[in-house]
C-alpha cells in the first residue's frame, strides 16, 4: 500500500488512556484522533469499497477535520487577495478534491498497520501541534504532526508534517507559486483539478 503519494498526506488508531489522563487531554488533540481513527476504519475497507466508495467515506472526516479554505489561502499567498470570489471557491472545491482524492487512494488497503496518538500537544503560538506514529509491520514507522489553529469553537488542522518537519503547506505552496506565476488562478484550479485526478488513477 502507498501512504505517502506526491504530496504528504496523513492517519489513525489512538493510545489507550485512563479516564483520568482523558481529562486533562487538550481539545486539539480531538480532530487528529479522529482523522487517524477514520483513516484505519479506511484502510480495513478499502479494497471493498473501491477508490469511489473511500473517497464517499473520508469526505465528510475531511471536512470535519481540515480548515480547507484556510489552507488553501496559506497556499496559495498573496494571490489570493486579488483573486475573485468565483475563483476563491474555484479552488476550494479543487483543493477539496485532491485531499480527498489523496486520501482515498494511500490508504487503499490494511495489513495491520496502526496510528498511535501523543497525549502531549504542543502549544506552538496560538496554534496547536499533535504528533503520530503510523506504525506498519512490514516497513519503518513514521512520524506525522499535525498543526491545528482554533475556527470558532472547533480546533482544525492547517497544516500536516512527514517525519515531524516537511510541511505539507510549504511543498503545496512552492508548487502552487510556480504555476500561479505562469498562469494565474484559473491556471492553478486546472493543476489542482489535474492531481486529483491524478491521484484517482
Known amino acids: 500500500m502507498n501512504i505517502f503519494g506526491r504530496l ?3 492517519l489513525a488508531l489512538t493510545m489507550v ?7 486533562s487531554i487538550d481539545p486539539a488533540r480531538a480532530p487528529v484522533q479522529s482523522l487517524s481513527d477514520s483513516l484505519i476504519a479506511l484502510m480495513k475497507a478499502g479494497k471493498k469499497l473501491g477508490f469511489a466508495g473511500r473517497s464517499v467515506q473520508i469526505a465528510p472526516v475531511v471536512d470535519r477535520v481540515f480548515d480547507l479554505p484556510l489552507m488553501v489561502r496559506l497556499s496559495v499567498g498573496p494571490a489570493w487577495t486579488k483573486a475573485d470570489a468565483g475563483d476563491k471557491a474555484a479552488l476550494i472545491t479543487a483543493f477539496r478534491k485532491l485531499t480527498i482524492s489523496e486520501y482515498a487512494n494511500n490508504f487503499d488497503g490494511w495489513s495491520g498497520q496502526a496510528i498511535a496518538v501523543d497525549q502531549k500537544v ?3 503560538g496560538t496554534d496547536r501541534f499533535v504528533k503520530t506514529i503510523l506504525s506498519d509491520p512490514k516497513a519503518d514507522s513514521v512520524s506525522i504532526g499535525y498543526r491545528l489553529r482554533q475556527n470558532g469553537t472547533d480546533w482544525r488542522v492547517i497544516d500536516v508534517f512527514f517525519k515531524n518537519s516537511i510541511s505539507q503547506l510549504a511543498t503545496r505552496r512552492s508548487d502552487f507559486t510556480a504555476i500561479l506565476s505562469k498562469g494565474g488562478v484559473k491556471s492553478l484550479v486546472g493543476h489542482i483539478n489535474q492531481l486529483a485526478e491524478k491521484a484517482g488513477r
Not at 488512556?17 to 481529562?23: E, R, T
Open 8 to 10: 504528504v498526506m496523513p
Open 17 to 23: 488512556s485512563a479516564p483520568a489522563l482523558a481529562q
Open 122 to 124: 504542543e502549544a506552538r
